[in-house]
């Protein structure tokens, strides 16, 4: 008896051991490490789209769309829709599907590019939208039908998606702003053209950046530069939205420009005051 009841404490599984940091793991980083901040990343959709939903991202209940998020503008960005709809090739026949299962180009095909962003998407300190031809702009979660449409950047502007953006970002008191697109795409021009000081001035917004790619390579940007888009992308939610340390050049080969939007706003000004060019 004294052997088998040896044995059996030998052999007995021992109890784990529950650091406070081991408590921690799994945890929303809000308090931790994001400090108060809430951000928002803003990523394009893509040219290459699948008609049948293979990776289900999300489910029909989980279901979030911009137009829960903003108040005033929330009919341009309706009206916008039904506008374009006509020539967007809006298959209405294919299902009902989330917009980051929708999308199927080099960005989304990133390893671990869809559950990175799953795995953040529900935190309430972080928000994410994709800038699309058809939509405007939408949440990954957001259940569109299959089309083809290329964004058209005179399009939204004309019909007020900056608008819509800068009331998203007051409304979800966004303090850091992050977008990520190709250098010259119509998606630089959209966030190139939101009201950046009006912005800084009357929202808790603190930050506000746009990555790109300066292309290095010979051929196959069109695979190449969204690629790298998505890898910076899932770099950026593995280090915990440090802008400072989430990437080092050359990054996938390329390198990585980005534009402060703040900076330039101080551009302006400094140019505007010397009388260089017209100040609205």
Do not use: P
């Given at each position: 008896l004294f052997f088998f009841l040896q044995r059996s404490l030998i052999h007995k599984k021992p109890k784990p051991i529950v650091t406070k940091e081991l408590k921690d793991i799994g945890k929303s980083l809000t308090s931790t490490k994001l400090r108060g901040k809430k951000i928002l990343i803003i990523f394009p959709c893509s040219a290459k789209?699948?008609?049948n939903d293979i990776y289900e991202s999300f489910k029909e209940d989980e279901e979030r769309k911009v137009i829960d998020y903003i108040v005033n503008t929330k009919d341009y960005l309706l009206n916008s829709r039904?506008?374009?709809e006509p020539n967007s090739y809006i298959d209405k026949n294919s299902g009902l599907i989330a917009a980051l299962d929708r999308y199927n180009g080099s960005l989304y095909g990133v390893d671990s590019f869809r559950e990175s962003v799953r795995d953040v998407y529900f935190r309430k300190d972080i928000h994410i939208l994709i800038m699309s031809g058809a939509y405007g702009i939408l949440t990954p979660s957001e259940r569109i039908h299959y089309y083809r449409k290329l964004i058209n950047a005179k399009y939204w502007k004309d019909h007020r998606l900056p608008a819509v953006i800068e009331e998203y970002i007051k409304k979800n008191k966004i303090t850091h702003i992050y977008g990520f697109f190709a250098r010259t795409s119509?998606?630089?021009?959209?966030?190139?053209s939101i009201s950046w000081l009006k912005l800084k001035e009357?929202?808790?917004l603190?930050?506000?950046?746009t990555y790109y790619i300066n292309?290095?390579?010979k051929g196959g940007a069109l695979r190449i530069v969204p690629e790298t888009l998505g890898k910076l992308i899932v770099s950026f939610i593995k280090y915990n939205f440090n802008h400072n340390n989430f990437y080092t050049i050359p990054f996938n080969g390329q390198d990585v420009g980005v534009i402060d939007h703040f900076a330039d706003i101080k551009k302006e000004t400094s140019t505007c005051q010397m009388g260089i060019s017209k100040c609205v």
């Open positions: 789209k699948q008609k039904k506008e374009i119509a998606y630089i021009k959209i966030m190139k009357n929202t808790s603190k930050v506000a950046r292309f290095q390579s």
